[in-house]
């Protein structure tokens, strides 16, 4: 079978507000997409969580609050996606949450143990991405644009 999926850049954006709550019955529900396509200067909710059905209609209640960030280079997020922050890996994209859209996704991040973006040490300005991780080696299989998507410390 071949695959749908090429090559893509990296997705960056910049993290706008730190979060510093979390809830055990949410009740989000995992959309019956795979990727969105984000547009730069498009402000997105990080939610990270331990749950990991991936099927449409998915209840996802058990949830801490990373941040709102800022698309700074637009692109396409995928589920399976890294998260990076800074360059540290934080979780991997497990669908989207449009509870709250047109005005925003929830892009919903598996992690074994979900941390507040307060519990992280995240901060405004905080470059965040979203890159394609090749399945055989687990490592990104691209970079970044240079000088796009927020602040870089």
């Known amino acids: 079978m071949i695959g749908e999926d090429g090559p893509k850049r990296v997705t960056t954006a910049a993290l706008v507000k730190v979060l510093v709550h979390r809830r055990e019955e949410r009740g989000m529900e995992l959309l019956p997409y795979a990727s969105r396509c984000v547009r730069t200067g498009e402000v997105h909710e990080l939610v990270a969580t331990d749950h990991t059905a991936t099927e449409p209609g998915a209840r996802i209640d058990r949830v801490a609050f990373l941040g709102f960030a800022e698309i700074g280079c637009a692109g396409v997020v995928d589920r399976g996606d890294e998260l990076r922050v800074n360059g540290r890996p934080v979780g991997t994209v497990l669908g989207f949450d449009g509870c709250h859209f047109p005005n925003h996704y929830n892009i919903l991040v598996h992690t074994r143990n979900p ?26 299989i691209a970079s970044a644009p240079e000088g796009r998507g927020g602040g870089v410390r």
Not at 122 to 128: A, G, T, V
């Open 115 to 140: 941390l507040t973006g307060a519990e992280l040490g995240l901060r405004p300005e905080d470059r965040i991405e979203f890159a394609a991780v090749h399945g055989d080696t687990g490592r990104p």
